[in-house]
């Protein structure tokens, strides 16, 4: 089982900047792939990036590539997504969470454990 636990949303001004982090407690965080969906009102969760556990392979949403990066951290059992250049369309819940199957996925159904998710606003 792993516990996730994210921080770092807020309010910022379009084409602003902030750093998310998801911290897991729990057994073989480092066996897990990761990823980042976000959520807004009325609308399906939406893929923002994943990484697998060995760190070899990373995803983006191509509508994000450029702006969002995400890492990872094995030994501080953290992911970081570093959000630049943000738009208000960026304006959601976003939520981390642990994949235990083999492959990395932009699906979040395939996910199996979720986070509680951080809310970010960007102001026009």
């Known amino acids: 089982q792993v516990q996730l636990v994210e921080s770092g949303g807020g309010l910022v001004q379009a084409g602003g900047s902030l750093r998310l982090s998801c911290a897991a407690s729990?057994?073989?965080?480092?066996?897990?792939?990761m990823g980042w969906f976000r959520q807004a009102p009325g609308k399906e969760r939406e893929f923002v990036s994943a990484?697998?556990?060995?760190?070899?392979?990373?995803y983006y949403s191509d509508s994000l590539k450029g702006r969002f990066t995400l890492s990872r951290d094995n030994a501080k059992n953290t992911v970081w997504l570093q959000m630049n250049s943000l738009k208000p369309e960026d304006t959601a819940v976003y939520y981390c969470?642990?994949?235990?199957?083999?492959?990395?996925?932009?699906?979040?159904?395939?996910?199996?454990?979720w986070g509680q998710g951080t809310q970010v606003t960007v102001s026009s």
């Open positions: 969470a642990a994949d235990a199957g083999l492959f990395v996925s932009r699906r979040p159904d395939e996910y199996d454990y």
């Open positions: 990484i697998s556990w060995s760190l070899a392979r990373l």
């Open positions: 729990g057994r073989s965080f480092s066996s897990y792939a």
